[in-house]
């Protein structure tokens, strides 16, 4: 028989009765009832319950040893009596009646439970996390990520993709968040930096003729922590393709998305391809948002030109000075009472808003405050926008438009959970499409990339030359599902001209792009095909189909808000000769914060960043 099994905890059954077994795990839990000590024994693939009788040759031992001890335990499995089989272990109806035991590691007093459902504080779960894993839930949510790699892994292979792995050391870029710089010993005062994306790589392979890559692949963004973001590093399904327009690339990863969801989903709906294509302000209209949740059924409306000119002032005069009035139909809201309005309205304050509008309506017309000022056919006239019935309501949000538009999607959220309107134990999925190529950056007033500066502007080179800069939408999408941003993606900008031109719209010249990316536009000059891709999140995939509120539940090994690994002490001092050795000199204030700091200064300074655009890969 092997040294130390020869079953997992999970394998036996009635049918190995009789027979000798030996077995390795962790002290999951014991009770002990008088003549006889009960050890639930456990692995990697399940539980058995292993029986000591007072006197055995085990039974001292077994009674000594503390819980998560590992130990090997051998003995004939024997079946439970009728009435002490557990129908929720797999193993349920066997036994396994020690007559040897072995203590192979002696637990110390735990600092947290294994056993059981209590909880404790997010410290002591990252500082012990080897410990927290062996937590059923926790367990059970790393297994599932192993699961939905593999399958993804085989699903992108099937569509004719390879997979290849692109640089960790490269060179620091204007990206969407600040690089994690790592020192060069042989190049004293120059950093590598850790790539937030592949995003360059992956297109310069398309330009080397590999067509279709994939890769798993780790990002790292010094960036804060945030429900569904894990600070530090991330993992997504980086993919590209070449000759492709944007409803190639939808055709081809829907399948992927869907499928990994529904094999994973159990039992929930999954929205089934092709999925439903909003444009950008279609989203931000009718959802008050880029990641619209789809199983929200509510629908916003604009009612701006129905309060233009009318008796109710305060919104008429926001429709004056080019306001707008968004309307949030409430189904079945009318009949609530006139507190759960006012609870409303107080929150809406506090979350720095003057208030919360609202007209109800009943048999006999609209009624409230805002209708006893206003017209009685603009009262009817949002009625029949918004398609309300007696007995409904409707919210308002107005002022400033990108304002008003947001918290209206705010709101929509809110009166969702309040009414208990939610789509319940279902995958809503959507493309959001047409995204702006820039925007006004609100502190410079200068305009800047929205999402992606590699993207290809709808219109191309003559949108670039001749159109105000701010309507010119990109060949961007993201894929949302439930609210969630799930993947970013664009088809690519590949001609140097057109990236060129770009970028000086977003305040960089020619060479400013030569110094960042002039690898990637180099070789554009050398023949580049049209290309396109997207970048899913691994770990918020898993999240949803984990049903996690919080994404460090599905990381292996997360750090915290701080940006701290509390287990392995990271980051950590570095000794003054080692910083000799790579040329730093620590400039570091007595009372420096631990959240949101600057990076390490060297004495011998790397590119300056901070004034280039936004860039975010995907």
């Known amino acids: 028989m092997h040294a130390y099994r020869s079953h997992t905890c999970g394998a036996l059954r009635a049918g190995d009765a009789t027979t000798e077994a030996r077995l390795s795990g962790w002290v999951h839990a014991k009770r002990d009832h008088g003549g006889l000590l009960f050890i639930d024994l456990r692995d990697h693939y399940g539980i058995t319950q ?108 099937e569509q004719g993709f390879l997979e290849y792995q692109t640089p960790l050391l490269t060179a620091s870029s204007p990206e969407g968040a600040r690089d994690f710089l790592v020192p060069a010993r042989l190049h004293p005062g120059k950093f590598y930096a850790l790539p937030q994306a592949p995003q360059q790589f992956k297109q310069l392979l398309m330009v080397a003729g590999f067509d279709r890559y994939f890769q798993i692949a780790p990002c790292f963004r010094d960036e804060a922590s945030r429900a569904d973001r894990s600070p530090g590093e991330f993992y997504q399904l980086d993919f590209e393709m070449s000759y492709v327009t944007q409803e190639d690339v939808f055709n081809t990863i829907e399948p992927v998305i869907a499928g990994v969801f529904e094999e994973f989903a159990d039992g929930r709906a999954v929205t089934r391809p092709p999925f439903q294509r909003i444009p950008y302000d279609e989203a931000m209209l009718a959802f008050g948002s880029d990641k619209p949740d789809l199983r929200n059924p509510i629908r916003i409306g604009d009612v701006t030109e129905h309060y233009a000119g009318s008796g109710f002032g305060l919104f008429a005069r926001i429709a004056a000075s080019g306001g707008i009035v968004r309307a949030i139909p409430a189904p079945g809201a009318g ?40 017209e009685a056919d603009r009262a009817e006239a949002i009625r029949m926008a918004c398609g309300l019935q007696p007995g409904d309501a409707v919210f308002f949000a107005a002022g400033k438009k990108d304002v008003a538009a947001k918290f209206a999607g705010t709101v929509r959220g809110r009166l969702a959970e309040e009414l208990g309107l939610m789509e319940t134990g279902s995958f809503r999925f959507c493309w959001v499409t047409d995204f702006p190529m820039f925007e006004l950056n609100e502190e410079t007033r200068q305009v800047d990339f929205s999402h992606n500066p590699f993207s290809m502007p709808q219109g191309e080179l003559e949108a670039l030359n001749s159109r105000d800069p701010l309507t010119i939408k990109a060949y961007q999408y993201d894929i949302v599902c439930n609210g969630i941003e799930l993947c970013s993606g664009a088809i690519r900008n590949h001609r140097p001209e057109v990236m060129i031109r770009a970028f000086e719209i977003a305040g960089m010249t020619g060479a400013d792009v030569e110094q960042h990316f002039g690898g990637m536009l180099n070789a554009f000059r050398y023949g580049a095909p049209p290309h396109g891709g997207a970048a899913p999140g691994i770990d918020r995939m898993v999240m949803l189909l984990a049903d996690e509120p919080n994404i460090r539940e599905v990381i292996l090994f997360p750090l915290n808000q701080q940006g701290e690994d ?12 080692r910083l000799k050795e790579l040329s730093l000199r620590l400039d570091v204030a007595p009372a420096r914060p631990k959240a949101g700091a600057e990076p390490l200064s060297a004495e011998a300074g790397a590119t300056n960043a901070e004034a280039a655009p936004r860039v975010s890969g995907g």
Not at 126 to 149: E, G, Q
């Open 50 to 157: 292993c029986v000591f009788a007072a006197g055995s040759p085990g039974f001292a031992a077994a009674d000594a040893v503390r819980p998560e001890s590992v130990i090997t335990v051998t003995g004939q499995v024997v079946m439970r009596e009728a009435g002490t089989i557990n129908p929720r272990l797999p193993t349920g109806e066997i036994e396994l009646r020690v007559t040897d035991l072995v203590v192979q590691s002696a637990a110390e007093v735990l600092p947290m439970q294994v056993a059981g459902d209590e909880k404790f504080p997010e410290d002591i779960r990252l500082k012990y996390r080897f410990i927290d894993l062996r937590r059923d839930k926790l367990h059970h949510n790393m297994m599932l990520r192993s699961r939905v790699i593999t399958s993804i892994r085989r699903r992108m292979i």
């Open 335 to 374: 009949a609530q009472p006139r507190s759960f309005f006012d609870k409303l309205n107080d929150w809406a304050k506090a979350e720095g808003q003057g208030g919360l509008g609202y007209i109800t309506f009943d048999a006999e017309g609209p009624k409230g405050p805002i209708a006893r000022n206003l």
């Open 566 to 577: 509390l287990m392995m002490g990271a980051p950590a001092e570095i000794p003054a000769a």
